[in-house]
């Protein structure tokens, strides 16, 4: 699992949609089910109900998801915090 995943994780599922997702990203909807893929390999669960109409997170998504977020935000605020020293 690397930042990536966890921004295309995210994307997943804020948008409830790997293609909704994909164009969010700028990228091929492939790329997303593989990194979603190898997510769901590594964490040895399904992240995601996959249907017609889009997807929706399992309880484990659920989890994830607060996870997710609070790392991204994280690194985030980390690449602006040196940036700042950079500049200094």
Known sequence: MDVKDLRYFTAVYEA???MR???A???????VSMRIRRLEDDLRTTLFVRG??????TKEGDL???Y???V???MDEA???IKKLDAA
Do not use: C, H, M, W
């Not at 990203?25 to 790329?31: H, K, M």
């Open 16 to 18: 409830n949609s790997f």
């Open 52 to 57: 017609r109409r889009g997807v929706r997170p």
């Open 21 to 23: 997702a994909s164009i």
């Open 72 to 74: 991204l935000e994280k």
């Open 68 to 70: 997710a977020k609070d």
């Open 79 to 81: 690449r602006q915090k």
């Open 25 to 31: 990203l700028a990228t091929v909807q492939s790329n």
């Open 64 to 66: 994830l998801y607060r």
